[in-house]
Each structure stands twice: as C-alpha cells, then as structure tokens.
C-alpha cells in the first residue's frame, strides 16, 4: 500500500521559514518523480515543485523560485520542500505527490498518490 505522509507544517510569521517532510512507502520511491501540490483556502490546486527520481533536476513554479527549494534523500524515502521568505500568500495545505514515472510530467497536473497534506499558515 502505498503511503505518503507529510508533516512540519505549522504558523509562521512573513519572512520565516520551514521545512516540510513526507515520509514514502509502500513503492520503489527512487524509481519515481516527486512533487508538491499546494490549496490554499477557497482555492483550486497549485502546483509548487518537482523532483526526478534521483534529484538530479529540480522544477519551481514561478512564484516560489528563489524562495522554495525541493529536494530528497532516496535513503531515507523522504521528500523534502524548504520554504524561505514565507508570504502571507504561501497559507496553504501543502500534498506530497506521486509521479508516473522518473520524471515530472511537463504538465504538472497528474499524480497517483497523494499525502494527506499538512497546513502551513503565515500570519504574524
């Protein structure tokens, strides 16, 4: 069965930081591309970052590049999103995803497994 779990999620003033886990299992987790997928309150999914199955290349959505950095330690079967210079508009239930295969679809929309999301709030 496979299972993604998230967690680290929390308050957080504007300009802090945190760093967001998900926990794999039940797959092969180095045979596949990971992603994270955020909601944020009254809105549509939105897509955050992607990984390759080994890290090797990195993908950001615009409004997060320079400030989120995704990364995995396929030792440990963990995901990882360290966000930098939170914004008020980052609030948002953040999912852990799982990709089709090695690499993210350009797309950006389709994944067959989600975590349970972990809500991240920035409020001072």
């Known amino acids: 069965e496979v299972q993604l779990v998230e967690s680290g999620g929390g308050l957080v003033q504007p300009g802090g930081s945190l760093k967001l886990s998900c926990a794999a299992s039940g797959f092969t987790f180095d045979d596949y591309a990971m992603s994270w997928v955020r909601q944020a309150p009254g809105k549509g999914l939105e897509w955050v970052s992607s990984?390759?199955?080994?890290?090797?290349?990195?993908y950001y959505a615009e409004s997060m590049k320079g400030r989120f950095t995704i990364s995995r330690d396929n030792a440990k079967n963990t995901l990882y999103l360290q966000m930098n210079s939170l914004k008020s508009e980052d609030t948002a239930v953040y999912y852990c995803a799982k990709e089709g295969g090695a690499t993210p679809l350009p797309s950006h929309d389709e994944y067959d497994y989600w975590g349970q999301g972990t809500q991240v709030t920035v409020s001072s």
């Open positions: 990984i390759t199955w080994n890290g090797g290349s990195t």
